[in-house]
């Protein structure tokens, strides 16, 4: 019999809810507690889920039944959150992006070191089926020498959207289209392709009243010597299905919303292609397949079961946020930015 383990959510949003079904799907985890600084929002989710709302953070985390803390605030918060947990602790589910400064990133992920707590960033799509095929694929070395990696989110938000809550859209707790929307799909490039090592980029605001990007294109240099692109916006109306595609010396891959829609190898006699599903987050932020999460939290708890590093580590969480900050700086200066490794 596998040991149930405890978790407790820190932020009771629109990602809590998500995080509340995967948890439910998962044999070995159960919902113990839930907190929000917002009283009346705990309170509406713990009786929604059948679970006590703690007054506050302390609280939750005084609670030895709480083993694992899946933190759903805003994302400028993350770490100061995770901290805590890590102190307490806790083992770490933190959403993406791992918070929005580089500082904030290396505190927490030394935290977690301190503490000895697993620690991972949530990138669900790296367990959406098209991406464990794709991974299996490269791996493989069905592809060939990887020669372009291309991501793109053409999303829509609508200035309500922005509206509904004081952090969306400013740069000290949210970041722009590429921070929030875009980074799933750059953690997605840069697990296929490796490293980046430089990016130049352009970024604009032209749909929305925010202080942030909806809109940033960039150009990427990776290490192996590949090149690619970034592209993501919350101005595409009406919305499109998030977009990777892969293409070595040997073929190509594409997939949209974790699926993929065509593969076209060297091998292959006859290249499949499948149509892309239809349910997406294009142009609604809370549809999101539960699955993938599920399955990211099962990775958590076996690599806390196993002591190994979790599937998508600190580090991953880190790599994707220095591409998104490159972004920025290169969209400001005009000029390419280097990546340090
Ligand atoms: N993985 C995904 O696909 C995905 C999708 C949506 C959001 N997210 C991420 O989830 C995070 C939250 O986004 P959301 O859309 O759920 O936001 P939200 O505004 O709907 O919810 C955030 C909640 O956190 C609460 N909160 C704020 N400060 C707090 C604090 N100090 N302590 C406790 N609670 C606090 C707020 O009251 C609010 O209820 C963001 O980092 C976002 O990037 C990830």
Known sequence: MPVTRGFGIVGAGVIATIHADAIAMLPDARLVAVTDVAAGAAAAFAAARGCPAEPDLGALLARHDVEVVCVCVPSGLHAAIAIQAAKAGKHLVVEKPIDVSLDAADRLIEAARAAGVALTVISQHRFDLGLIELRRLLDGGALGRLVLGEASTKWYRTQGYYDSAAWRGTWAMDGG?????????????????????????????????????????????????????????????????????????????????????????????????????????????????????????????????????????????????????????????????????
Do not use: K
């Open 177 to 341: 289209s590429l921070m929030n929307q875009g980074v799933h799909y750059v953690d997605l490039l840069r697990w296929c392709m490796g490293p980046p090592t430089e990016v130049t980029a352009v970024y604009s605001t032209q749909a929305h009243r925010i202080e942030v990007e909806d809109t940033a294109l960039a150009i990427v240099r990776f290490a192996s010597g590949a090149v690619g692109t970034i592209l993501s916006s919350t101005a595409a109306f009406p919305g499109f299905p998030q977009r990777l595609e892969i293409t070595g010396t040997e073929g190509t891959v594409i997939v949209e919303d974790g699926r993929i829609v065509r593969r076209a190898l060297a091998t292959d006699a006859d290249p499949a292609s499948a149509a892309a599903s239809a349910a997406s987050a294009a142009a609604d932020p809370a549809a999101l397949d539960v699955a993938s999460h599920a399955a990211q939290l099962a990775d958590l708890l076996d690599a806390v079961d196993t002591g190994r590093e979790p599937a998508v580590s600190g580090a991953d969480g880190r790599a994707a946020l220095q591409v998104v900050l490159a972004v920025y700086e290169s969209s400001r200066t005009g000029r390419p930015v280097t990546l340090s490794s």
